[in-house]
């Protein structure tokens, strides 16, 4: 199967300090796969070397056979990466529909086993926010935020939705309302990058898994492959 997203042997680094050496993953046409590890072990800054907000000093990124790498954010997010950014970020001023509306795009990636989205099937996939379509970005509580990030992401109808903490912060019953959002996208054939603590949601969702260890790859596989060896879940996450 082709992938749809590589990344490989990529170095990056925050001035002297380096933090991805010679990061590579991929994701396949219709996967999720998730990056796991302790924090700080380099999930965000790959997330920002995909999104060109930190330039890489060396490898390559590849979507769709398109190279990324050196391209600007908006170049990049028009290919069709879509992203839920950590804490979220809804513009706080803005009301729930203009926070929509602000990033709205028609589908260019040229999947066209893709349903488009528009404002209507954002508020039929996630009716919370068509409730609160004329509140502002201030007023929502944690989980109407992350949703409302989510459909933000949609909105800008991508091939690949990618997510920086998920559930980061959330009630339990909140976290069950998102972990259904995604599976539903999976099954509707969106691909998805999934960064979140909770091994357990993400084992049952997500297809592939990548663990990261101080900026690479140190262990790769299937979600089954996973639980039957939870020794490489307690010693790179530190988790039962
Ligand atoms: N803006 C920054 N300036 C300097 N160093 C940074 C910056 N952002 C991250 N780092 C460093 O880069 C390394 C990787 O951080 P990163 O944010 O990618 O980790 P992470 O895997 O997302 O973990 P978590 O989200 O749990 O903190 C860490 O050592 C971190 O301290
Ligand atoms: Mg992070």
């Not at 997010?77 to 970020?89: F, H, I, N």
């Not at 996630?126 to 992350?146: A, C, D, M, T, V």
Request: aromatic share 6%; hydrophobic share 45%.
């Amino acid at each position: 199967m082709n992938a749809l997203l590589e990344m490989n042997d990529v170095h990056a680094s925050y001035g002297q300090a380096q933090a991805l050496f010679g990061m590579g993953f991929d994701v396949r046409e219709g996967e999720v796969v998730t990056l796991l590890g302790r924090n700080g072990m380099g999930r965000s800054t790959t997330i920002k070397c995909l999104f060109g907000m930190l330039a890489p000093s060396s490898g390559s990124i590849r979507l769709a056979g398109k190279t990324l790498a050196g391209m600007p954010s908006h170049g990049i997010a028009r290919l069709g990466l879509g992203l839920v950014p950590e804490g979220r970020q809804v513009f706080p001023d803005l009301s729930v529909e203009e926070n929509l509306v602000a990033t709205a795009r028609a589908p260019r990636h040229g999947n066209a086993n893709l349903q488009a989205w528009d404002l209507a099937r954002v508020y039929a996939f996630f009716p919370r926010l068509k409730q609160r379509r004329n509140n502002y970005g201030w007023q929502l509580s944690g989980g109407e935020q992350q949703m409302l990030a989510i459909g933000r992401a949609l909105m800008t109808n991508p091939c690949l939705l990618v997510l920086d903490e998920a559930t980061e912060g959330l009630a339990p019953i909140i976290r069950q309302e998102i972990w259904a959002a995604l599976a539903a996208l999976k099954k509707e054939g969106l691909s998805q990058i999934v960064i979140d603590k909770n091994v357990g949601a993400l084992m049952k969702f997500a297809d592939r898994h990548f663990v990261m260890e101080k900026g690479r790859v140190v262990w790769q596989g299937g979600s089954d492959q996973l639980r039957a060896e939870p020794a490489i879940v307690q010693q790179y996450m530190g988790v039962a």
